[in-house]
């Protein structure tokens, strides 16, 4: 005899008070009927860096769920075999909202920065050169109003310039660590998923890993503060609102 438990059900026991617990099927995307979607298959919504795969958008009271990509292509509302509940196609719109602020939010905080660290020079400079920069500067003989205002331009765009360098030296850091962290591979995935670049041909290049990390580093140079407002800002405050806006309230059991 075999000593695996017994799945059949009592004939004693009346079927209809028996609950069954739908774990699996929730853990499935009920239009696909996958867990995962693909790799190269871009979700609707916010990227989250700290989850390898989307997750699926609860579609009806009793949390079966599905992916927002599917939901999209779908086309029509979708109802749920369990429940009836009908899950309109429009929610997505909402999830779409959500990714175009956090990629606008992402931007400006990126051009905020820059600007921040130039002020944050020009106030250094009035602090340690004082209001009247004239004498200050030649000694006993004062600058012409026109010398001035080139010095002070000059000054503005090294402050402009330094600020700059100084977001580009913060993305490097970030990128780099972003690669030690989570990996290439991930990192690649979410340089994807945010920007839309897809860069694993790179790696099937005869210098390989090579050529990915000088890539992500320049991207890193030049919109890695970029990603790091996207990555670690934005995208999880917004998906946590986008949460709740979606969010169906959970039926009672029926006990």
Same mark, same amino acid.
């Given at each position: 005899? !075999?000593?695996?438990? !017994?799945?059949?059900?009592?004939?004693?026991? @009346?079927?209809?008070? &028996?609950? /069954?617990?739908?774990?699996?099927?929730?853990?499935?995307?009920?239009?696909?009927?996958?867990?995962?979607? @693909? !790799?190269?298959?871009?979700? +609707?919504? @916010?990227?989250?860096?700290?989850?390898?795969?989307?997750?699926?958008?609860?579609? *009806? @009271?009793?949390? /079966?769920?599905?992916?927002?990509?599917?939901? $999209?292509?779908?086309?029509?509302?979708?109802?749920?075999?369990?429940?009836? /509940? &009908?899950?309109?196609?429009?929610?997505?719109?909402? #999830?779409?909202?959500? *990714?175009?602020?956090?990629?606008?939010? !992402?931007?400006?905080?990126?051009? #905020?920065?820059?600007?921040?660290?130039?002020?944050?020079?020009?106030?250094?400079?009035?602090?340690?050169?004082?209001?009247? $920069?004239?004498? $200050?500067?030649?000694?006993?003989?004062?600058?012409?109003?026109?010398?001035?205002?080139?010095?002070?331009?000059?000054?503005?765009?090294?402050?402009?310039?330094?600020?700059?360098?100084?977001? #580009?030296?913060?993305?490097?850091?970030?990128?780099?660590?972003?690669?030690?962290? &989570?990996?290439?591979?991930?990192?690649?995935?979410?340089?994807?998923? +945010?920007?839309? =670049?897809?860069?694993?041909?790179?790696?099937?290049?005869?210098?390989?890993?090579?050529?990915?990390?000088?890539?992500?580093?320049?991207?890193?140079?030049?919109?890695?503060?970029?990603?790091?407002?996207?990555?670690?800002?934005?995208?999880? =405050? =917004?998906?946590?609102?986008?949460?709740?806006?979606?969010?169906?309230?959970?039926?009672? =059991?029926?006990?």
């Amino acid at each position: 005899m !075999s000593d695996a438990p !017994s799945t059949s059900v009592s004939p004693n026991v @009346p079927t209809d008070h &028996i609950y /069954y617990h739908p774990y699996h099927s929730k853990r499935v995307c009920q239009i696909c009927r996958n867990r995962y979607l @693909p !790799s190269n298959v871009r979700d +609707i919504g @916010p990227y989250l860096i700290h989850q390898r795969h989307p997750g699926l958008h609860p579609t *009806c @009271p009793c949390r /079966y769920g599905a992916h927002a990509v599917c939901i $999209k292509q779908y086309g029509t509302d979708f109802v749920c075999q369990n429940c009836n /509940y &009908i899950y309109h196609v429009r929610h997505i719109r909402f #999830a779409q909202f959500f *990714c175009f602020l956090s990629h606008t939010l !992402s931007l400006a905080s990126a051009i #905020a920065l820059v600007v921040g660290l130039a002020h944050l020079g020009k106030a250094l400079d009035e602090l340690g050169l004082g209001e009247e $920069k004239g004498p $200050k500067l030649d000694g006993d003989e004062k600058w012409h109003d026109h010398e001035l205002d080139e010095i002070i331009n000059w000054l503005n765009t090294v402050h402009y310039a330094t600020g700059i360098a100084g977001e #580009a030296m913060l993305g490097l850091v970030y990128m780099v660590g972003v690669c030690l962290v &989570i990996g290439l591979d991930r990192a690649v995935l979410m340089v994807w998923h +945010i920007l839309y =670049l897809n860069l694993e041909w790179l790696g099937k290049t005869r210098m390989g890993k090579s050529v990915l990390y000088i890539a992500l580093c320049c991207l890193g140079l030049l919109i890695g503060t970029y990603l790091l407002f996207f990555s670690w800002v934005w995208a999880s =405050l =917004l998906h946590h609102v986008k949460r709740r806006v979606l969010n169906i309230k959970k039926a009672p =059991l029926d006990v």
